[in-house]
Structure formats: structure tokens, C-alpha cells
């Protein structure tokens, strides 16, 4: 295991838009991995009429929404916990589970990283292999476990090498977890756009693992962070019974429990992304696929991690030159195992992929 120090996010808009000049409405954002077809159509149409929930307040329990999730999960309402993003529950978590150390599988996502430290712990870092395609060796990441780990932290589909761990393979690792007595955390934030989802998913595995927890929201897939909606899917009755004990009353306000309601029975608009993503994200990766002076690893999320190969070209480069030109990628020099060779960047409208497409190959 690597132990691994501070690293930063890339820039945000504001930022950018005081550099370049460049005002953030004009933006297309290639590097926030938001659902290119915006929130959900039958949302925007019918989210202003139930604006008198706001003079109630909101179920504390959630009960109707809880029940929406469980619909679109499979899974029991009583495992369903809600929270004001996924921030919260993962802060609440760690918090409860107080861990001394854990481990996170890198490069990924900083915020575990952050939480475990407010709280007092240590993370170490195992690394994913580029030679393996940035797949998890499960055998080799099973026999480096040990009964001084408290917590591991898996983001499935991984950010930012877009790559996943299968449910066969999830298994294995919460099997020997369970001998280690080591808690599991799974951020599923980017499960939803992958075409092999059932096989992908552990929500099935909360029926049998009481060592597991897991993470999602609305801000990626249903195109809404700005409304502040997470859940957490877990079958440990004790966990959750502290998670709603620590939680403060009322988390979700009252037109995000009905616009998480509506958002989560749109089976035409889950459809629809569904359907986009998984055709601009095998047309893309077949697009640079076919270039020598790239090297792409296979996604399966909604979003791509590309290597340049070019000697004297790097991602801070590539950053700019796509930026004068109102777009924002990804530059991965930030990440724990990466370097200034690698870029990210999500999947957008077929326009706008060819647009980026043809800023990121010219000679």
C-alpha cells in the first residue's frame, strides 16, 4: 500500500472565467460528468406546481421518497437511507465508523481521502496498474488486506479511469473484508450509465453483507447537483439506525424529496441516457482507439481517462488549448498515479463530442 499526501480538484468555472475571460455560460463542461440531457423533462414541467410544499414540512422520515428509491434500486425500503447529497451520508458514515485507517483504491475521487482525515484517520492508497488497463487485480488487492484496516472506500465505475469492479469480483473482496472485519464503502455515483449495470451494481449484495454500504446521488445522472440529493443503500439495521440518529431532522428539503419522487419514475428520460451514453461512449473510445499518439482505457462509466503518447504534449496543454475554445477537460496531473500524460473528459451531445474530439486529435 501507498501512502499518498494532498492533492487538489481541477479548476471551477469561476476560476476559469477570471483567467481566460471566457464567461462560464458559454462553457460546455467536459469535466463535471453531468447528464448532457439536462434534469429530467417531466421535472421541468411539473416541479412548479407542487411549490406549496414549501409552507410543510417535509416528512422526516422520507417515506414516500425512500419508496421511490427503493422501486428504482430493487431493493427494500427499510435499506434506503436519504441525505442532502452524498457528501453528507459519507461524511456521517465516516464519522460513525471512526476509522483509523483505510484504504481507497487510486486514483480516485479526494473527498474519502478529506473526510477520513477530519476525522482523525489515515488513508493508504492501492493503485490500480496502467499495465492492467487500470482494472483492479482482485487477487493481488485481496492478499494485502489486513486486521489493521477499518474501511475500505471503492468507487464503482471508478473516477477517473472509468473502469469497474464486476459483482463476482465484489464478492471475493467483501468475503475477505468480512474476515479482516473491515467495513465496505461503494460510491456508486457513475453505475447508472454503464450497460452492464446488473452485473456492476452491490445492491443486491446489502441482502447478505452487513459489512456494506452504498453511495449515490442525483447530481451526475439526473443532471442535478444543485439539488442536493443522496441516498445510501446498506442492510445494516444498526447502521442506519445511527446514521438517522446523528443526521439532523429535515436534510432534504421539501421540493427536493418531490423532485427525487418524480425524477426516479422517468423511465422514458432514464431511457433516453441510457441509450445517448452508450453510444457516444463506444463511438468515442472507437475514435481514439484508432490514433497511435493516444492511448484510451476501456469505460464504463459516462466519462473516458485518455493518455497522450505525444512526447512534448501535455494535459496542461491539452487543458488550454480546448478551453480557448470554450471547453473544459479534465487535466489528470492532480490525481494520486497519475501524471501530466493523462486527461478526462464525459460524454456530451454527438456535436459537442465531435467539437472536443477535434480539438484534442489536431496535429
Known sequence: MIR????FHGSDLEKIEQVYGIKKEEITSFSANVNPLGISPVLRRTLSEKIDAITTYPDRDYVSLRKCIADYTGTDLEHIIVGNGSTELISLFIQIEHPKKAVVIGPSYSEYER????????????????????FLNTADFISQLKDDIDLLVLCNPNNPTSTCITKKSMRLILDACLQHGIYVMVDETYVEFADNMEQITCVPLTNYYNNLVILRGTSKFFAAPGLRLGYAVTGNRDLIKMINT?????TINSLAAIAGEIMFQDEAYIRETKTLISAERRRMYELFSARDDFKVYEPSGNFMLVKILKPHLT?????????????MIRDCSTFPFLDDKFIRFCFMMPDMNDALAACILED
Not at 116 to 128: R, S
Not at 316 to 326: G, K
Request: proline residues 5%.
Open 4 to 7: 499518498h499526501k494532498d492533492h
Open 246 to 250: 446523528r443526521k439532523n431532522p429535515w
Open 315 to 327: 494535459s496542461q496543454d491539452l487543458f488550454d488549448r480546448a478551453i480557448r475554445r470554450a471547453m
Open 115 to 134: 473526510e477520513i482525515a477530519l476525522g482523525g484517520g489515515t488513508t493508504l492508497y492501492y493503485p490500480l496498474r496502467e499495465e492492467d488497463g487500470f
